[in-house]
Every structure is written in C-alpha cells, then in structure tokens.
C-alpha cells in the first residue's frame, strides 16, 4: 500500500519469471478509482514485466449489458488502455470473449471451487443484493472465471485496487486445490499487487461507498473522460465537513498512514487527500504536511488542477482512438491471437492433469 508507482519496477520482488495479469470491465464509466487504484499500475509495470491486460467482456455480460453499448465500451476501455500508455507492442491486450481458453479453464474451476468459498465473496453479496434469487448463475461464479483468466497464462502476480483482494485469494485456493487434487504443479499461487496511495477510492458524496461505475450520482465519482470544468465542479461540490484540512497529527507513529480514529472520523476529507497523493506521485504525508490548517476551498482548488492535468491528456487521446474503432478492434484481435497462443497450452496441461482426452 505505501509503495508508489514509481517503486513498481522491482515490485514484485522477483525473478524475470513474473508475468503480470489483470482486467477491467467494460461496463461503463471509467473512473478515477479504475485509473488511481488499476490502470496507472498497469502502464507502470510493463516497463519491467511481461504483462496482459484484458477488457473482461464475459464478466460484464454476468448483468444484462445493452449489445450496442458492450461493443462501444469494450473499445472504450481499450481505448483508456491504450491512451493511459500502455503499448500494444509489448503488453498483450485483448478483450477475454475473444480467447476461448477463459471460458474452459472457468468450467474446469467451477468444478474446483467449493460452494462454500463462493457463498463468502462480499462483491456477490453486494451485486446481488436483496433480490439474490433473481442473480444470474455467472454472477455467482464470476470469481471462479476471474480465476480462469490470471491461471490462463499461468500469470504470477496482478495489479488490482483493494476491492478485488478477495477475489485473488479464492483464485489462490482453487490453483492449490487443482494443484493437491491433480498431484501436479499447474498452477502459480499468484500475489496481489496493490499500490500507490489511493487503492481504494471513495465516492465524492459519501466517504463510507467506494467510488463505483454503477452509482447513480454522476457527482459521486470523476470519470476518465470528464473535462475540465466538470472536473472542477466535481470536486468543489465533493463533500467535506466544516474543519480545516488535517495536518501531519492525523498520520501514524511510522508517518505512513492515517491513523483509523482520524479516518474514521473524517472520510471524505482523507479520501480527497489520499487522490491528492497518488495524482502528485507523493506519500499519504504530503498532503498533509502541504494543506493542513488551511481551507479545503484552496485544497480543492489544487486538487481540481492535479487531477485535470493528470486525465485532461488521457481524455482527449481516448476520444481520438474512439473516433477509430478500425485501430482499436485491429489491436484487440492482434492481443487475442498472442494471448490466445499462451493460454492455449496452458489449458491442455490443465486439461491432461484432470485426465479429459484430447486427440
Ligand atoms: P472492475 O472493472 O470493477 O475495476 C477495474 C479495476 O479498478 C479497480 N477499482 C478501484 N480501485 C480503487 N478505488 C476504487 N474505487 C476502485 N474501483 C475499481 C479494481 O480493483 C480493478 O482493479 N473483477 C474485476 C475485473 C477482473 C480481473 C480479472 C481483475 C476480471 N478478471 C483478473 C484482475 C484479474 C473487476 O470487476 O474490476
């Protein structure tokens, strides 16, 4: 949590072995939690690792997903990617339908995984709600695919904000399950990689949710693709209390962190802070150090300039490559087919270490 982005090249603490894997979803609304929490991650640890990046279009389809609209935000998070700067060259990236392999090693999981770990994922109980009858199957097995795609490549480490920690210690417990019932090494156990200063962002509106694409309030979260004023507006309206910023007395002993009674108390000022210094590459006691005592109308309005410098150029290179799907849909199908040329091995181990046939 207190390494920065800039610490990522030897972040995985490792041998030239590792191989780096995530995905986002494209349903819809990137926003500054997606870029702060995963994809500024993942631009910084290609210059190291050989690294996948997917657009997880069979996760998204686990709710209903207008057709027209997955097609145009598949390529709208490919063209975040893409504009974020992560090269295609050297980085795979691709969108998951698109590489069969997924779907298969999913099925092979879902025979692995145990009802009970699945009955504990907090992000069903979320997703689903009151109404978990009425959830789709795949949004129950949704972690058993997520599982499925970091396996497929046999990937040994994946970038991710806080919020998907659980779903990486499942994809643990089903590689070592596959590997102790098989009685073979498949599988990596794969670690988590989660940094920077703000890998969990929360709402402009209520420091107590996350700062989520489905929220209903625009005004809750900053969007990728915002522009200047927007930005602006959002973050003056962005909730905080009555008290000056906080100082450096909010921090621990060691100086890395909030103190819990300090966050607890005043979660919409520390998140805005926290945004401050992951945007400005800078320690959690920066900001402090630099705004306590003084007006959050002033924090606010540094923070608005930070946070347009950082996604003004990104915004405007994504509605570029968006005017061209051609070029975005030619550096999918060039990542499907290096992608799919990895895994396709990988899933014929797995599949001889269970014993399926194959001709
Ligand atoms: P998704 O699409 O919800 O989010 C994409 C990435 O953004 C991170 N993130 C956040 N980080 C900090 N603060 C926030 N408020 C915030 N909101 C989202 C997420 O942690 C994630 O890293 N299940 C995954 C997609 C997935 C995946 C995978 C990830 C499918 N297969 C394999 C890693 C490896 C998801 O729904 O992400």
């Not at 497929?152 to 590997?179: C, M, S, W």
């Not at 009674?261 to 590459?281: D, G, K, V, W």
């Not at 990895?342 to 899933?347: D, S």
């Amino acid at each position: 949590m207190a390494k920065s982005a800039a610490g990522a090249a030897n972040i995985t603490g490792s041998t030239p072995m590792s191989r780096i894997f995530s995905g986002v979803q494209p349903t819809g609304n990137l926003h500054l939690g997606n870029y702060l929490g995963a994809i500024r991650n993942f631009v910084a640890l290609q210059a190291e690792y050989e690294c996948i990046y997917c657009v997880v279009d069979l996760h998204a389809i686990t709710v209903w997903q207008d057709p027209a609209e997955l097609r145009a935000q598949t390529r709208e998070v490919t063209a975040a990617f893409l504009a974020a700067g992560i090269d295609p060259k050297t980085s795979i990236i691709f969108n998951q339908s698109q590489v069969s392999a997924h779907a298969e090693l999913a099925w092979l999981f879902n025979c692995v995984a145990r009802l009970g770990w699945l009955n504990r994922m907090t992000q069903f109980k979320e997703k689903s709600g009151k109404n978990r009858e009425a959830a789709s199957v795949g949004l129950y097995v949704y972690p058993n695919l997520m599982a499925a795609d970091i396996m497929a490549y046999k990937a040994t480490h994946v970038p991710v904000g806080e919020d998907q920690r659980q779903h990486l210690e499942l994809t643990r417990d089903i590689a070592q399950k596959f590997n102790n019932d098989t009685g073979k090494e498949v599988f990596p156990i794969v670690e988590p990689l989660i940094f920077g200063a703000a890998t969990r962002v929360m709402s402009l509106r209520d420091g107590s949710k996350k700062m989520s694409k489905s929220e209903p309030s625009d005004f809750s979260r900053i969007n990728i693709t915002d522009g200047p004023e927007l930005i602006a507006q959002k973050i003056r309206k962005a909730r905080t209390d009555s008290a000056p910023v906080p100082g450096p007395e909010a921090l621990t002993a060691d100086g890395l962190q909030i103190a819990e009674a300090h966050q607890t108390e005043r979660p919409e000022a520390f998140n805005l802070l926290a945004i401050y210094a992951a945007l400005s590459h800078q320690p959690i006691a920066a900001p402090l150090n630099e705004f306590g005592g003084s007006q959050f109308s002033d924090f606010k309005r540094r923070l608005a300039e930070l946070a347009v410098e950082n996604l003004g150029p990104i915004g405007t290179e994504m509605q570029r490559l968006m005017a061209d799907p051609a070029y975005v849909d030619s550096v999918l199908a060039d990542g499907a087919a290096r992608a799919d040329a990895q895994a396709a091995p990988v899933l014929a181990e797995a599949k001889e270490a269970i014993g399926l046939l194959s001709t």
